[in-house]
């Protein structure tokens, strides 16, 4: 690159040298100069001139008659060491040399040279001077000018040529003058197959049009920045970002000049995260957020066009029983499978969502009737319980459907979504398979549930829960051997409240563990005090739930209690029902047989309803098997509950379990189990559950209870 000169140079340029053959010509020559404003610097030797020559010199002055030797030597090197440097002004002041061979070769050799024949006036001296040093100036601002203009050039090219992003230059009719690599890089083609092809080729139809405009703008002087879609020599597509601005050259657009840069994974990254942001990851559905957002432009268009919109919930049965016993990876299967099929049975303008796990929402746009509503609901709950076959197991889901609908049951997305929901719900109560419309006693009914789980939240610290206790029989002596405690709540406002209504609630909001101590804490004492009245002995059974069996710390807390209440463990016994004991079976069984072997009694409670597999029952840490009353209320009319309670009776005794029969109202059943050799009974037949204190009176009385219910 060429070496610029500096400020200094350039002042010293101005600089006149002048070399004498003796220090007086030289300080001769120089004050005759400085009289004509001419600033000179006197080199009193050959060596001193080579030296001020290379800090810059506008010209040299010589006052010698002959130009040779080391002089010449000097001057021949210095003009030829820089181009810009060949120019330099070179004057003889001589005197008889002026025409001799040497100074001849001279001229040839510096073609700057000038020489002076002596006498010379002193103004054609200074002038001689002045036009040297002015010529040298002009000289010297030409080649700065074309040094700029060089480097401006490079650095352009630099930026053009090295520039990441494809860069081009067009003329004013769109043809290539110049590509630089990245752009023959990005779509393959060299400037001269740019300069030979159309647009045509290279652009992607839809997007020429743009593309041409864009150029339009740009060859106008507008610049331009806009997005299109390439063809590369390959045949590929490729996303660019075109940013287009004109050439302007001396206040003229000459062409334009462009920088395209490539955006398609950008672009796809960008599309991949929309994506993600409204699409469920697993199974590619709607996910709640396009679901909100689908619901609620359908809602905008179905109060402009008067149509209505119908909302499916739903949600899959035993797919937490799959997704543990097979593995998440066959669970996810299960749930893309599902997703496939909900698309398949819904018209492509309708929208399936997954609101995670395994809930999902089906927006019906554009709703016939509340009958192809409940066609699709059918469809639904069909192709979702058709078998699937993940690998090697082929399992089967259920489904309960829950629905709404606009306008009918509400204006907003909110509500239709909890409506729904809602609606689901109560079909699961009717069992799996169903599907069922929400109508507004529903929301009555979670209103009520609010209002119940509020208030029982307060129960135990108000003091409206109390135990009632139930007496259980023996066949034989006919006496009173055991209490069964039944909780009661007194509600402030409903009166007395039965457990039926309230245990599943308790359970559900994580309360139960609390009320099944309370009751437990309550009754042990009870028996206590019955048994420190000197009453005869009973055994106090109390009902446990699936969640505090499977409590890690259950069997603590019954140690704690018992032992609080003095009570003798085998004077408590604990009713667990079928359901609860299999819940959790391993726990379960661990808990019991750690309680029974410290002398507490277990009784299996509701026996029949449940898993009812009586081969199961022998290896279950139970002492006594409670049957349910739905066996015996009609065991006198209804030959198959009489056939199972005499087997079921039977197979205890086998395998040397007590036997209870519940709900034992009438003559005719306690016949009836007298005959199985039934060895206890509980039911209204013998009292009806009752206070604490009532039951001390109970206890005390000597009156039989057979005598006292046959009466
Ligand atoms: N129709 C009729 N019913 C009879 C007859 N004899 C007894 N019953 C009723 O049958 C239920 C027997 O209790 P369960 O099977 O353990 O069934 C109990 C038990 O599962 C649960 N429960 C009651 N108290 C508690 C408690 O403290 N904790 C837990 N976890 N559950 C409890 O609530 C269920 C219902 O309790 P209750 O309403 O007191 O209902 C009691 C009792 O009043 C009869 O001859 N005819």
């Not at 002596?118 to 103004?123: G, H, K, N, Q, S």
């Not at 002995?537 to 710390?553: D, E, G, H, K, W």
Request: one cysteine or more; proline letters at 3%.
């Amino acid at each position: 690159m060429t070496r610029l000169p500096d400020r200094q140079s350039e002042l010293r340029s101005q600089r006149l040298l002048i070399h004498a053959a003796t220090v007086k010509d030289g300080q001769l020559a120089s004050e005759v100069l400085a009289s004509g404003g001419v600033i000179s610097t006197v080199c009193n030797s050959v060596a001193a001139l080579q030296q001020a020559l290379l800090e810059g010199a506008g010209a040299v002055l010589t006052v010698e008659d002959a130009l040779e030797g080391q002089l010449m030597d000097v001057l021949r090197a210095y003009v030829a060491q820089e181009p810009d440097w060949s120019d330099l002004p070179i004057l003889v002041l001589a005197g008889q040399g002026a025409d001799s061979v040497i100074m001849q070769r001279a001229v040839q050799s510096l073609p700057n040279l000038v020489v002076l024949e002596r006498p010379v006036r002193t103004a054609s001296l200074i002038s001689s001077v002045r036009s040297a040093l002015l010529a040298r100036g002009r000289q010297y601002e030409v080649s700065e000018t074309q040094a700029r203009l060089r480097e401006n050039e490079q650095r352009f090219k630099s930026m053009f040529d090295n520039h990441p992003d494809g860069a081009f230059i067009r003329d004013l009719d769109g043809s290539f003058l110049s590509i630089n690599e990245a752009h023959e890089y990005l779509l393959g083609y060299s400037l001269e197959e740019f300069q030979a092809m159309s647009e045509e080729r290279y652009v992607v139809p839809e997007f020429l049009e743009r593309t041409r405009s864009a150029f339009d703008g740009a060859r106008l002087g507008n610049a331009q920045k806009f997005h299109t879609r390439k063809i590369r020599k390959d045949n590929t597509r490729v996303d660019v970002e075109v940013v287009l601005f004109p050439v302007v050259v001396d206040g003229s657009i000459v062409g334009v000049h462009g920088v395209a840069r490539d955006v398609t994974q950008a672009n796809h990254n960008e599309r991949r995260i929309r994506y993600l942001a409204t699409h469920d990851a697993l199974t590619g559905l709607a996910n709640r957020t396009m679901l909100d957002d689908r619901l609620h432009h359908a809602l905008e268009q179905a109060k402009r066009n008067d149509r209505q919109i119908g909302v499916l919930f739903l949600d899959l049965n035993r797919f937490k029983q799959i997704n543990d016993s097979l593995g998440h990876e066959k669970g996810d299967q299960l749930l893309k499978i599902i997703a496939s099929r909900l698309l398949g049975s819904v018209r492509e303008a309708d929208t399936v969502a997954r609101l995670g796990g395994d809930e999902f929402v089906i927006v019906l746009e554009d709703l016939e009737s509340s009958d192809a509503m409940s066609a699709i609901a059918t469809a639904v709950i069909d192709t979702v319980e058709e078998p699937i076959r993940l690998e090697n197991h082929e399992v089967s889901v259920s489904t309960s459907v829950g629905g709404s609908v606009f306008p009918r049951d509400a204006w907003d997305a909110n509500s239709l979504l909890k409506f729904a929901d809602l609606a689901m719900y109560r079909a699961k109560e009717q069992g799996s398979g169903a599907f069922r419309f929400f109508d507004k006693r529903m929301n009555q009914h979670v209103l009520e549930r609010l209002l119940t789980e509020n208030a029982l939240r307060l129960a135990l610290q108000n003091n409206e829960l109390e135990v009632y206790y139930q007496p259980r029989v023996n066949v034989e002596s006919e006496k009173i051997v055991g209490l069964e405690a039944l909780i009661r709540w007194h509600h402030p406002g409903r009166g007395l409240v039965l457990p039926s209504e309230f245990i599943p609630l308790a359970e559900e909001i994580g309360m139960i563990t609390q009320i099944g101590e309370w009751v437990l804490e309550t009754a042990c004492r009870q028996s206590r005090i019955w048994s420190d009245m000197g009453l005869p002995p009973t055994r106090i059974s109390v009902n446990i739930s699936a969640y505090q069996l499977s409590s890690p710390t259950f069997v603590e807390r019954i140690q704690r209690v018992l032992g609080a209440s003095g009570l003798n463990p085998c004077d408590l016994e604990l009713e667990i029902t079928e359901s609860s004991l299999m819940k959790n079976l391993e726990v379960s069984c661990e808990h019991l047989n750690s309680l029974r072997s410290q002398g507490i009694f277990i009784a299996m409670d509701d026996f029949g309803t449940g898993y009812s597999s009586l081969a199961h029952i022998k290896r279950l840490p139970i002492d006594t098997l409670k049957i349910d009353q739905s066996f015996i209320v009609n065991i006198a009319e209804d030959h198959n509950d009489a056939a199972i309670v005499s087997a079921t009776i039977a197979l205890a005794h086998h395998l040397g379990l007590n036997v209870v029969a519940e709900g034992v109202t009438d003559e005719e059943q306690v016949a009836f189990l007298k005959a199985q050799h039934c060895q206890e009974l509980q039911g209204y037949l013998f009292g009806k559950p009752r206070p604490a204190a009532q039951t001390t009176e109970l206890l005390k009385s000597p009156k039989s209870v057979f005598a006292t219910a046959v009466l």
